[in-house]
């Protein structure tokens, strides 16, 4: 394993935010986990995945571990359905083309959405009326202190919208190494059930599609809203669909009465945070080489050169413009370093 000091980060997060690590290291093995966690007992980590969560506002002072453990494999399997296990390190999206490939349901409505495999659970992922939860069965994660490995089941990872113990009770005490994925074989429970993936099908006259044409839906919509983290530095979503008691949404509908909104309990509302932004007139909008991209409000984007503050200040502005108008606060889902 190879120490390198003031490594660029600068192809390490989607943003393309130029940024350092006082020293790095690619783990490419748990063996590699252990020792390096081994020998470095208190000093100051910075665990890296995909880099595609995360805005980088400054150097990382510590020393960053990048994560690249790769392995895809079926470890179980019925008539019915599959136990698919990936290592942390493959890219989720390759990861969800390979249970297409092998006719396995349950990640198709996920397809597209940047980031690596391991840190799917931490941010409960989801997309289109699915979430990593409804098809989660475990996660293997290293302690990073003691270096024992635990497994975490569906029910002990505490997961909600965009939340997990890993983000809360747990967080920065364990690095996960692997998750299991119970997924359909064959008689595939297909969810078309918003709107974008309905008339995507429509439009290609599809009228009973499988796990694929689902997929294939989802990344057309997805190329037609988001813009390539290749081409043009993101994170993909930036805020949270804020959520709001009936009450405040009343309060609210009353003012704006063509606000969207979708009904998640008896007693709470979800707003799309992408409305509020067009709403407030951010979406399309340039501050420098910051912006908000032309086609989707919920997208910070990088136009070249920008630094992690000046992204990290017009998300701020955006949060404080949205408070002003609506009473609605929308956090941030990325995660600010």
Request: some cysteine; hydrophobic content about 40%.
């Amino acid at each position: 394993m190879e120490t390198q000091k003031n490594f660029s980060l600068k192809n390490h997060n989607t943003f393309g935010i130029e940024a350092s690590a006082a020293e790095y290291i690619n783990i490419s093995s748990i063996a590699q986990l252990k020792e390096v966690l081994a020998s470095n007992v208190g000093r100051e980590l910075f665990i890296l995945g995909g880099g595609s969560n995360m805005l980088l506002t400054k150097n990382i002072d510590a020393l960053v571990l990048h994560i690249n453990l790769r392995g895809i494999k079926i470890i179980n399997e019925t008539e019915n359905c599959a136990i698919v296990r990936a290592q942390s390190g493959e890219n989720w999206h390759n990861f969800v083309v390979f249970t297409i490939e092998n006719d396995l349901g349950g990640l198709e409505n996920m397809s597209l959405i940047p980031g690596n495999v391991g840190t799917t659970p931490i941010q409960n992922i989801g997309a289109y009326g699915t979430e990593i939860k409804d098809t989660f069965v475990s996660c293997e994660a290293m302690n990073i202190a003691t270096q024992e490995m635990r497994t975490f089941y569906n029910e002990e990872c505490e997961f909600g919208y965009r939340e997990s113990i890993f983000k809360n009770k747990i967080k920065g005490q364990y690095i996960i190494t692997s998750v299991d994925f119970k997924l359909s074989k064959g008689n595939h429970k297909i969810n078309t059930s918003y709107g974008d993936i309905t008339a995507e099908l429509a439009k290609n006259n599809i009228q009973n599609p499988g796990i694929s044409d689902v997929s294939k839906a989802v990344i057309s919509i997805r190329q037609s809203k988001l813009p390539d983290p290749r081409e043009l530095g993101n994170s993909g979503s930036f805020f949270k669909n804020p959520i709001i008691s009936k009450e405040k949404f009343k309060e609210v509908q009353a003012k704006f009465p063509d606000i969207r909104h979708f009904p998640i309990s008896d007693t709470e509302v979800k707003v799309p945070a992408g409305w509020l932004i067009e709403q407030a007139g951010f979406k399309g909008k340039r501050f420098g080489n910051a912006g908000i991209h032309v086609n989707q409000a919920l997208v910070l984007v990088n136009y070249g050169g920008a630094t992690g503050s000046e992204i990290l200040d017009l998300s701020q502005k955006i949060q404080k413009e949205i408070f002003d108008i609506f009473g609605i606060w929308i956090d941030a889902e990325v995660n600010i370093i």
